[in-house]
């Protein structure tokens, strides 16, 4: 049940290589890498091929390359019955030959390359084509982590506009805010707390029960004010946009 | 130059005077409060009054009440030629009555009455009428925290702007994917530790830099798809907006 064939070499590739071999459970059996160069000096090279039909036997098979390429890798394995899956939160389950049993394996974070990462913090969300195959990557997966979610294709799609709202967009927000400060000589720096304790606040209450400012108020003079000192169209009609959201929500809601 | 006299009974003012009752170099003189069963019983009630003409003398007056009240206390206060204060982000310096000598002592974060508040992390924002009385209320914030700034009215009307952005806009998109999560039976708490990775990415990178996700890579694919999946017509120009205002900005900076 522990012996995993990683393929791949990207960001989730390295560090799902990285964990695999340090953890005593775990035994990885082979690399599949295009080049050997982008793997790691730490990971012996005698494990890497770049050969198809050189591809061992193993319980897991993970493929973790870019959601273009998950098709034609998939395809390329010299083998059926086995149980392979993909690390992607936006490709669906059947973009996996359906040749093999199929699955997903799919860690909620961003990484970056030279960044260590903490599994064990990070939500995996899984998903497997047959119900004898979810035990498996289960068990599996709990190596990793304690957060291991069941969580479908159809989910899966709405985890991908979710943190498009939560991270990216969230992201957008301080570089607006930051624009504003460099604009009036304002450090940004003084910022970082009033973000972290938006962030904690939503650890004990629903978002909408959080929320605080001007529109939530219905504060008209204020919002009146904070357009007039915006010259930037286009971010004056992202102020006025998102405090109507904000005003339809609460008014929904509360 | 350590006497102080907080008028006010607020979130602010708890906060405040508590702090200052616990620290061994101030010395907090009197409380004026038009209620004093809303100050905490921790509070000798003694220091306590709600008439104006028995407000005592003090180095440092502290008016920590709603923006609008704050003209009408300042205009109550029955001396002139004294330091006085307020703790608004957005009522300008001049809300004081301007026979006293005239301050802003602003913290940038939010409160909430029954949770303690660590001074030491929260950043000031401070404003004097007088070059001379600078010193004093640096002197005097010191004593709460390391992170003192100076700042004019007109920074502090920006400071406001961006913190609706960073604080309350942020805090909407976290609404909207608590909302897409209910609708979908996606627990929330699997994004919590990406929220809390793109808020450490900032500390390491300018927000413009640390930008990632579809809009930003033009990946016109997965916008289309997302927007086929938001059903919801406001949310959904909400979602054409920001990324457009994603793409204006990257492009204009990158």
Known sequence: MNNVIVLGSGNVASHVIQFINENNELNLVQIYARNSNKIDNSINKNLVTDDYLKIKEADIYIIAVSDNSIAEVSKNLPFKNR?????????????????????????????SKNKTVDFSQIPFCLETEFENDFPILEYFTQKFSSKVYRISSEQRKYIHVTAVFVSNFTNHMFTIGNEICKENDIPFEIFKPLIQETFNKINELEPVLAQTGPAVRNDSNTLKK???????????????NISESIQNYNVKKL
Not at 93 to 105: A, E, H, P
């Open 83 to 111: 149980f392979v899956v993909h690390t992607s939160g936006s490709a669906d389950l059947d973009q996996i030959d359906s040749k093999n049993r199929r699955g997903v394996f799919y860690p909620l974070q961003t990484f």
């Open 226 to 240: 904070h357009l007039e000192l915006i010259t930037n169209e286009k971010i004056k009609s992202l102020y006025l």
